[in-house]
């Protein structure tokens, strides 16, 4: 079985500092990771993924994520918040190999980014 | 390149009515997933096709449920008869044969049965 674990439903940041918005994960094997993000109205966007390599991957709009094979975590980053960037954001994960469509998403977090 | 689309983007019904809810697949993808996320919880997988043929329905909740795919492209889901618990929005997504690639997702129908 797979899991994964979004702590915080909510997460406010001012605009201009760094955001974090955290992901634990279990799963019986080499994971990939994902992080969606829903925009108002919009449907799930891709932000990036981790398969395997450099345990830093870069994203779409400046964010960035961290796989951290000993805590199982995979944390979403950006060095400095837009208020463009508040939206519902979405942890996944699936076992390496298995079809694109297995993932198992975490409850979602909320980002709201203030000016 | 057209992505994901989904029809309705809302959908009101009464308890007891059918709704059908449409995907179209982004072209040339095989895979087609259908998600739902109710109460603001996680999403969930419903089932999986590839191609015209269901592959894994394990996520369907019940006979209500009805997932198409005739002929390999668009995707219908339809519920019938619609209960209050299948509120929440219905995702679909598609991702092409190889299986190191993420899954691109649709704007979501926002089901609301009253």
């Known amino acids: 079985a797979q899991s994964v674990a979004q702590p915080e439903d909510q997460v406010n940041v001012a605009e201009g500092n760094p955001l974090t918005v955290k992901c634990t994960y279990s799963v019986s094997g080499n994971p990939y990771l994902f992080w969606y993000v829903q925009y108002p109205n919009r449907g799930l966007q891709f932000l990036l993924k981790?398969?395997?390599?450099?345990?830093l991957v870069k994203g779409s709009y400046g964010f960035e994520a961290e796989f951290n094979k000993s805590q199982t975590s995979f944390h979403l980053k950006k060095p400095s918040a837009l208020v463009s960037d508040s939206a519902l954001y979405f942890c996944a994960v699936r076992l390496l190999n298995t079809n694109a469509g297995k993932s198992t998403f975490g409850d979602g977090t909320t980002l709201t980014v203030k000016p | 390149e057209a992505g994901v689309t989904q029809f309705p983007s809302h959908s009101v019904i009464e308890k007891g009515q059918t709704v059908t809810l449409r995907c179209d697949p982004i072209s040339g993808h095989d895979n087609l997933y259908w998600y739902r996320r109710v109460m603001g919880k996680e999403i969930k997988f419903l089932l999986h096709f590839v191609k015209e043929s269901k592959q894994d329905e394990s996520g369907m909740p019940n006979n209500r449920f009805l997932a198409e795919r005739t002929g390999g492209t668009y995707s219908t889901l339809k519920v019938q008869p619609a209960e209050l618990e299948d509120s929440g929005v219905y995702f679909c997504?598609?991702?092409?044969?190889?299986?190191?690639?993420?899954?691109?997702f649709g704007q979501g129908t926002r089901l609301t049965v009253v």
């Open positions: 981790y398969i395997t390599g450099d345990n």
């Open positions: 997504a598609s991702s092409p044969r190889s299986r190191g690639t993420e899954a691109f």
